[in-house]
């Protein structure tokens, strides 16, 4: 997983703080966060590299950054959080941000993220 974003091509994404929301309330604990800027840095140099031309391949890939998501809501419920509303909202606006910076503004946000179980 490339999390290194000054490698990245778009300057919007290069530039943005993802997840801020979260990183600003205590309740979400730093470190995991972390993991889901990575997940969300991932999703960038994938759309990237693998030059993403329709919204059927971007939801492919939202999707399958959706289902890390998943996945790293069982660490946030150990560290007594979770994916809850504010989160929720968070990320799928980093979502909506990542698909109008690579240019598909018509993405639907609750389809990028329509594989979430959060």
Not at 31 to 57: A, N, P, R, T, Y
Not at 92 to 116: C, N, P, Q, V, W
């Amino acid at each position: 997983m490339n999390t290194d974003k000054t490698t990245l091509k778009n300057e919007k994404i290069r530039n943005h703080e993802f997840l801020k929301e979260m990183y600003d309330d205590s309740y979400f604990p730093d470190f995991l966060v972390d993991k889901g800027q990575d997940i969300l840095l991932d999703l960038c140099f994938q759309i990237e590299q693998s030059q993403v031309s329709s919204l059927e391949e971007l939801y492919k890939l939202t999707h399958s950054a959706t289902e890390k998501f998943n996945e790293l809501q069982a660490e946030f419920e150990d560290n007594d959080s979770e994916i809850e509303t504010a989160a929720r909202e968070c990320i799928a606006m980093d979502f909506e941000f990542i698909a109008s910076s690579y240019g598909f503004t018509d993405a639907d946000i609750e389809e990028l993220i329509s594989s979430r179980d959060w």
